[in-house]
């Protein structure tokens, strides 16, 4: 099992060659890496800032598949939500796409061409397979390496990952980091953009700072550090590392996690390291960067991303409460008309049936268990 400062070492140098940066990359640990100590870190239950702890997640995951995997995509997206909640199909797409189904409520979208559209041959056979921020607020850590298995079976390849960390502990406020990228003390990116706005009392009401560009004039990896207080109005109380990676970096960062992540640890610090191993912060005293020495607070922040960091446990507003809300609101006219078109006995029949088909997707399906248990451990608490 490769240790975080390892996985944080590949990212700030293993690749340098492949990636132009000596920041980026996306590549499997050494074999001496995974004879090495795990990392001890937390995961679900509850959430990691009424821990007292910092998190690092998945924000955003985003690629393409071959139009002959379409069906098959679909059939995923159904066990992930629910056979029985369906998308809401449009003639309006987006990136050039003249369809879409989305699932708002789950936070997934999908974009693909008409029949019309086909014969242009403007996406190469491929369609958009999108999983957004509240997808992955809703999910476990194993669920998501779930996922992560069950894309590569329909092709898949990414071109954009956002991923997230959470600090907890306010070690460095984005206007103090800009005051240390001011002064040139950073690695990894060629360039930073400081952005805020106060009241007329001089209080902020948003701090934030970007390292590098985005799109086409961007390297295919962009940071963004911001006061996270300020932008949930006080619902989350953190400064949040942000990276989104795109292009081949975000295909190699997926290929990354899915192909060196064995168990839910391994995976929890491989995300630590990669978002470690995007930037630096450090005493330009030398050209040689490796002699410089990091800055006393991006010290600090390295080691919560080696040793504390956690998963953050599904929202429980948007996972339980969503399931019971749908079941209220979709089902009781459906049931009540089967009840009478098969008569009283026959539903009985018909619902065991259904159940135990439900139980047995579950039993076989690591991750519904996964999530199973979570949703057991929620309505104890109630």
Known sequence: MPRFDQVAHLYADGLSEVLDLRDVGGSTASPEG??????????????????????????????????EKMSEVFSL?????????HPVFSERGAMLFDCSAVWANHGIAVYFDSEKNLDKNLHKGRFVVQFQGEFFHQRTVLEVMS??????????????IDICFDDFKKIRKPYQVAKDAFKGSYAGFRSYQHLFTKKKNGDLTSDTVYFGKRGKLGSGKFLRVYDKYLESKGKIDSIRWEVEWTKEKAFMVFGDLWGSADSEQEFVTKLGGIIAGSIAFMQMNSKNLD???????????????????VYPAPTRSTSLRKIVDHVEKSFPVTLATLEQVFGSDSFEKYLKIILESGRERIDNNPAMSARLAFFKEVYNEQ
């Open 147 to 160: 996922l992560f298995n069950d894309l590569r079976e329909v092709w898949f390849k990414a071109s954009r």
């Open 291 to 309: 002699r410089n020495k990091n800055l006393y607070w991006w010290d600090k922040i390295l080691k919560i991303l080696g040793k504390k960091v």
């Open 34 to 67: 995974r004879k090495a100590g795990a990392i001890p870190y937390l995961i679900g239950g509850t959430q990691s800032q009424n821990l007292g702890v910092s998190s690092v997640a998945i924000d955003w995951l985003q690629g393409t598949c071959p139009n």
């Open 77 to 85: 997206i159904s066990n992930l939500v629910g056979a029985c909640v």
